[in-house]
Structures are given as C-alpha cells and as structure tokens.
C-alpha cells in the first residue's frame, strides 16, 4: 500500500520540495534522475544493479546514488536514494528507508506516523551539537 505526501528534500547543492510516495512494496527509496541534479552530487556505483519492477520480466537500471536529507513533520531523516531514470513518481520512499526511521504507514488518515523515540533521540542531537 501506498501514501503520497509533500515534503522537503536537501542535499549539498540545495532544497525542494517534492511528493514523495511512501511504498512499502518497494525495497530502496529512489528519485527521479531530472529532479537530483538540483539537489545533489551523484555518486556512481562501481557495479550498476539491476532492479526487478512490477512489469514481469522488466528491469531498471541503477548507475547511481545520493544521500539526501527530508523533513516530515519537522523531523530530519536521511538515507541514501538510488537515482532512477523514468519513474512515475518525483521520489519513493522504500521499506528500508521506513524500517530505518522506524515509520509507520496510516492507511485511515493517509499519513505517516513517526516513532516518537526516533524523534526524541533526533532532537537529543541536535540540542548537543548546537
């Protein structure tokens, strides 16, 4: 199942604000090759993976990687985001990105909850570094 949300995405070059569709059928969370540019350095892999889709015996191709920063609910996360050309949607947030966080999907209200310990240890953090 699937839950569509605006957020904000960072990286190195600079911020915008995308819809992202949280699916928890799709393993790695992945952004749209037109949009990365804008937000981030890429990072070649130095063996491009083959990734299986939904259309039996269709595969995409995976050259490269970032790592991005997005907010929810002003809540920093981050993880790395295979950069993937032609896809539907502007960014997917995969399952190993919402078992990292910790979130959970809200089928009835169409949101994501957030593991509010993965948000107090966040807020410890930044409270130290400042």
Known sequence: MIIRLPLRFEGSR???HLYALFDSGVTYSCIHESIV????????LFTPMRLATASSGSFLEIRNTCRLD???????LSDEFMVV??????????????????????????TVIIDPKVAKLILINL????
């Open 85 to 110: 050309p032609d896809i539907s949607e502007e960014v997917i947030i995969g399952a190993t990105t919402m078992q990292k966080w910790k979130l959970k999907l809200d089928f009835e209200r169409d």
């Open 127 to 130: 409270i130290r570094t400042d």
């Open 37 to 44: 540019n804008d937000l981030e350095v890429l990072t070649p």
């Open 70 to 76: 997005f907010y929810y609910e002003d809540v920093r």
């Open 14 to 16: 600079g911020e915008k």
